[in-house]
């Protein structure tokens, strides 16, 4: 397993990326040799025409793996050119210097990497390759994605595990490898841990004295809850700021998949512009209504008759396997959930191809939207049942689930004891379950999990791999044999570029929404047991290693996509908050005194009045914030100041003819071969704009030197004899496989 | 009255202001002779100091009128620089051409007299003569404002009377005659108008065919309510783009009042900076909270008393005078009412001093907030408390009232019937009477009650003038006499002058609170007459000309101030709105049926549904129109665009190092000796930005010379006997004082 080898010692081969920019994986297992050579041809026929240059080896099964690097000059001028393009659309402030042909080299990875993504990925009008994996004729490029800095990953991953919080820096980092879009993941799990401290130590005080259901511990929590809410909004806009982000979805390229209504020629700007109108846009989004009760409905029913089942097996029932059959339903539960979930989506994805986005940003939102809805159903739906339906009516209601007895089943299967008498605490120790076992559970399923299996996974493939060697050795052509053998200096890393292809692609959409879920639960049922933010602050102590491991080692380097926010979850949190608070008075207002002396009445008045002190305190919150940190925000102001008077002072120094915009420390040298740019001292903070770098810092040369000729061997031969050299490892392959095939029947 | 001249035939020398910018108006009342000439002296240096030519002329009383005009090449400097702030503040995004001392013209007769309000006003550091009236020296400057535009003015009214609704234009020309602040106000009771048409409809179909109290009439309104409101904030976004004054606040200078904790050198811009922490401020800001219980009580319980004897006098009493004592209360509530206000208004300006504001934006909208709350309570509490205490509470509390009887007064006072009877239709009544009787008594009260009572005082005042002249024939000096009398082609203007002198300050936030309260009775009561809403829209038909006739009759010509919004009455129409909901869903949930039956569950479980579907109707609607307006807001991103491209253009072509961001066309001609700027065509739209501007248009040439020379004639006279013929006025006036006091003695 040494594509994991990124935590043993820092081996420089073991780690260097031989100046690969970008992997595609091009699988042909459904196709016979002809149609894959042909196919295979095209794809490199348009890397060529976009001016990238490309080495192909053989991945696992039947797949090649094209590893395609952008020659630097060509890369310079594309960074040079989105930084234009940033400072047209008023995203930068500063107009970087040069003409046409200049070069600028990348601030950091992350902007390197998204030069090279765009010209991969942009249509070819744009200056791409227009490849977009598994869409049209490229269905057959199943991953298509960037080399994972292993020292960056390792060094980070080492700091974090020895110091408790991250810092500011350590976002820039994440930012400077992965974009911002992966980095205010972390920026939001990072702040939502800091806050816990709040509620966790309150929580301990409140378990000690106050005790579960405590009108005090309740309304400080709803507090805490908005108040959190309100400031991320703040930090969200801070850090946008930090990072040159700020509304950088303007700038964002239409998707392939986008239909407009009518080319428009823009009256102000005079370029065409592609018009869906937002009425229309709207009146499709609100196609979520229908969707979203389709999905309540699906799944609710579904929970409800889980939940009444186990309830009857648990308290109605009596005969025999009692023992066994309580776990029945949760597991008939577990199994059907996939498959509606997964249908769900599916209509989701057709809702949203329908609602038909510019961009793909906001198609992922629109799509976020969507599964935040069905999330919010599953996980919360079943501990709403138990808090509002189960024990205040349960009393009522159960006794009627003995159909079973109505039916003339032999009495002696049910329970005898006829007076049915609700367990009051199951609401509280469903809580407890989901600020603790869950939560361990929900780590495993997503971090452990995975890596045991794709260990495993890989053994059996090598395994298999060895067999067909073995088997080759016997039967066929020396040529392909040789072929299909890596040389030995390229051994590891082929094996690591192999591993990585092989991996799952990252969606930070889900780790969001995970963190979501837990502000629910924490808003929802906090007050229920005070220990919960407790548990949540460990959990996510945790979590937040846990989820860079996953990022880094179990799965593919996502393409560093910028945004300038965590996108609609933070409308879940405004809506969580809310219905929190309503949530945090009801159940203090039911569980407080004896259930059966709750009047409807009072209950209305305590939630009527509960939701007005909410909307106080939310104005409030959000006024005082704003006030306090209006600092935090004018600071971005005096930025665009500053800038803008040093080019005034440039202007009237040139007496009368203003010059450009950018301080003497913005010019830098172009970008070496294969230079490593430190990915520590991307510092947004000094600069006036994110057009500023630092100067590269260049390690010791003969290893430069070293690097450079390994390099050099691995990029050797031209695109041209890639083409015969890929057909040849294609046909090879068809045939190993055959051979392995024939073989694996005759033993 | 020939200051009212303004609507005869257009008579040039009539309408002509002599190239005035500015008017001061110093009064010495309270002076003795010598220390008034000192005062006069200092100002008249500081005015010359600042560059400024002045003319001083008499008042009327013991004033002086000292007449300014910033000459031309210091104006076209002042614009200029005025711009480059602009730039480098963001407001606009190309950077004005030429150097230190290039002259710019303006682009509306706003942004010249801007300019001299400048120049007036803004401290000495600054580049302006420090003039500011009513504080610390200038205490004696009672008044301080430019001329109106007779012509310009009386045209548009003569227009707005023909038309029954405005433009966009229009509300350009305001904006290019008064500013933006006061083009805000009318832009929003034009928005206002228009959408009341829709309610208007439903309200007369509601009339006809649901009556009163109807649920489906009741909703539509309140989400009227909802959509107007969040329209509105859109409407504003774009009007603030359309003129360029968004985030303009920020540019603003310190108020001299303005009190910091301490100076910091700012890290990034390196200009020291005088700061009050946020946090403090907000924390004096937590007083409004005390201010508004404290306002209630004072109101709230003079209104309740009143409500209660009138109560007591109409349903109880039943001794003599009883049809003139029911008036007893009402009298006596309007008599108290103005003293208990200015009490409230006098703690609330202390209150606002305490906060401590940078900038005279941000005390005057911390003022209006408190106005807004003291207006709220006086205009909505009494019919707040017929609808939900009066009405159905009547039956119990009313009894209670005949203390009397108890108290042993004779019975037959009282009324007989024992059983008292709650008028049910006392509620709807009154608001009848709100939408109808009080809008008009209001505009009479505000703007033709005025009218008269200036007119009158005109007369007395003229008639008093002579007097005092014919006093002053019998005595004292000839010298005096001549000083005091006005050359016959200067005798219109000055009358002209003095009316205007005399005229109160325009205050827009007044007027904006006045809409403000009305959409409150709209939203609040309107369900309990559907006609309601026609009401409004005929009273405001009249009211915006109105306005607009008070504005450049009554009022003296207000400094053109730039705002981008309508302050903080947009919260005030957000709470109007939820509060709205509420109170339409329990007027309907109780009035509908017999009062008696109603059930306090059902009212709150209605309300805290209705409260949800608020919230959920708010919320849909601002994503509604944010989506479908969102094109109006992007038109000035892409103007951005255009500008950025063009600069980016040009530098192409000086390849490499870019230049100014102004398009060719930007090159425009000096500002010329009293050149008339057309008003008409501040045609901000097909500007790529504010800084563009039309090439002005200048009248009959001969007229512009004759113009010229009675300017000259004015202007003639250089500063220094200025200072001997104010200090000669001044002992003139003083003397005639006297003289006429004696000589009313005499007689």
Redesign the interface.
């Known amino acids: 397993m040494s594509w994991l080898a990124g935590y043993g010692p820092e081996d420089e081969e073991e780690n260097d990326n031989l100046g690969v920019d970008w992997v595609l994986k091009y699988e042909f297992d459904d196709l016979d040799q002809a149609e894959a050579i042909e196919k295979y041809r095209t794809l490199l026929h348009d890397l060529n025409e976009a001016g990238l240059r490309v080495q192909v080896r053989h991945g696992h099964g039947a797949s090649l793996l094209v590893c395609i690097r952008v020659p630097r000059d060509h890369l310079g001028n594309m960074i040079h050119k989105s930084r234009?393009k940033d400072?047209?659309?008023?995203i930068t402030h500063s107009?970087p210097?040069?003409?046409?042909n200049?070069m600028a080299d990348a601030e950091t990875p992350a902007e390197e990497y998204r030069s090279v993504y765009h010209a991969v990925t942009w249509q070819k009008e744009l200056g791409g390759a227009g490849i977009t994996p598994g869409f049209g004729k490229w269905e057959n490029i199943t991953a298509s994605f960037p080399l994972h800095d292993r020292e960056a990953c390792s060094k980070l991953l080492r700091q974090w595990s020895r110091k408790t919080m991250l810092t500011t820096k350590d976002l820039d980092t994440i930012r400077a490898l992965f974009g911002e879009k992966v980095a205010f993941y972390y920026a939001f799990i990072h702040c939502y841990s800091l806050f816990l401290v709040v509620p966790a130590a309150l929580g301990i005080v409140g378990w000690l004295y106050l005790g579960p259901y405590s009108i005090t511990y309740g309304a400080l929590l709803c507090i805490w809850c908005i108040v959190f809410v309100e400031y991320w909004k703040i930090r969200e806009a801070d850090l946008s700021l930090r990072w040159g982000v700020k509304g950088v979805g303007?700038l964002k390229v239409n998707r392939i998949q986008y239909k407009w209504d009518k080319e428009v020629k823009?009256r102000?700007?005079?370029q065409t512009k592609r018009v869906f109108p937002?009425?229309k846009?709207?009146l499709r989004?609100l196609l979520l209504v229908p969707f979203a009760s389709v999905a309540a409905v699906a799944l609710g029913s579904l929970i409800v008759v889980t939940f009444a089942s186990e309830v009857f097996i648990s308290e109605v029932y009596a005969g025999p396997f009692k023992e066994y059959l309580e776990f029945l339903p949760t597991v008939l539960f577990s199994l059907s959930l996939p498959a509606i979930t997964s249908m769900l989506t599916s209509i989701a994805i057709r809702l949203t191809d329908y609602e038909n986005y510019r961009t793909q940003d906001q198609y992922d939102l629109a799509q976020t939207q969507k599964t935040f809805v069905m999330n919010f159903i599953t996980s919360f739906l079943p501990t709403i049942l138990t808090a509002y339906v189960y024990v205040p009516f349960g009393k009522s209601i159960v006794p009627h689930l003995d159909i079973l007895r109505r039916t003339g089943l032999k009495p002696e299967l049910l329970s005898t004891q006829k007076e049915f008498e609700v367990d009051t605490n199951r609401f509280q120790q469903e809580v407890i379950y989901l600020s603790m076992t869950a939560q361990v559970l929900s780590f495993g399923e997503e971090i452990i999990l995975p890596y045991i299996k794709h260990a495993l996974w890989q053994k059996w493939r090598d395994y298999r791999d060895r067999q067909a060697g073995f088997h080759r050795k016997r039967s066929a052509s020396k040529a392909a044999d040789l072929l299909l053998m890596d040389p030995p200096d390229e051994a590891s890393f082929m094996t690591r570029l192999r591993g990585e292809a092989d991996a799952e692609e990252y969606k930070v959409e889900e780790d969001i929404l995970e963190m979501c879920v837990q502000f629910g639960y924490l808003a929802l049922f906090g007050v229920a047991w005070p220990l919960v933010p407790l548990g949540f602050l460990v959990n996510n102590w945790l979590e937040l290693r846990g989820d860079f491991f996953k990022l880094t080692l179990e799965c593919q380097r996502p393409p560093p996509i910028r945004a300038d926010s965590i996108g609609p979850c933070l409308l879940g949190l405004d809506f969580l908050a809310?219905l929190g608070t309503l949530s945090t008075a009801a159940i203090v207002h039911v569980y407080r005194g004896p259930i059966s002396e709750v009047r409807?009445?009072s209950l209305?008045?305590t939630?009527?009045i509960t939701?007005q002190l909410y909307?106080a305190a939310r104005f409030t919150a959000n006024?005082?914030l704003e006030?306090?940190?209006?600092?935090t925000i004018r600071?971005e102001?005096?930025?665009?100041?500053?800038v803008?008077?040093s080019?005034?002072m440039a202007?009237?120094s040139r007496?009368?003819?203003?010059?450009?915009?950018d301080s003497p420390t913005r010019v830098r040298p172009r970008v070496r071969f294969n230079e490593k740019v430190n990915v520590y001292s991307s510092n947004t903070e000094a600069m006036?704009s994110p057009g500023g770098s630092p100067i590269p810092s260049i390690e010791q040369p003969q290893d430069d030197l070293l690097r450079g000729d390994r390099e050099a061997e691995f990029w050797n031969g031209s695109s041209s004899d890639m083409t015969s050299a890929g057909a040849k490892l294609i046909r090879a392959l068809c045939s190993s496989k055959a051979v392995g095939v024939k073989s694996s029947k005759e033993a």
């Open positions: 234009i400072w047209l659309f008023g107009l210097a040069g003409d046409q200049a303007r823009d102000i700007t005079g937002g009425w846009q709207f989004q809310w409807l009445s209305l008045l939630m009527f939701e909307l006024a005082a006030k306090i940190f209006s600092g600071r102001e005096d930025r665009r100041y500053v803008r008077k080019f005034l202007s009237m007496n009368g003819s203003p010059g450009s915009g006036p």
